[in-house]
């Protein structure tokens, strides 16, 4: 069983060429959470320029680390 099965997720991570087809991608569509990495929200202009065009309500940060 998903969470929250009748919400869209998508997931922000690529390349910079996947991510320029990402951008492109999720302009268009509905989704209503959008997963990714702090180093990519913030690294890069076109990644934060894309970022900025949405009014978001929430907005989470975590860092996950692994022990290994």
Request: aromatic content about 14%.
């Amino acid at each position: 069983m998903r969470f929250a099965p009748s919400m869209e997720v998508v997931a922000y991570y690529g390349s910079q060429k996947d991510r320029v087809n990402l951008r492109e991608e999720y302009r268009s569509q509905n989704w209503n959470v959008l997963i990714t990495t702090y180093n990519l929200a913030q690294g890069d202009e076109r990644d934060r320029k894309f970022f900025r065009k949405f009014e978001w309500q929430v907005c989470i940060s975590h860092r996950l680390m692994s022990l290994q």
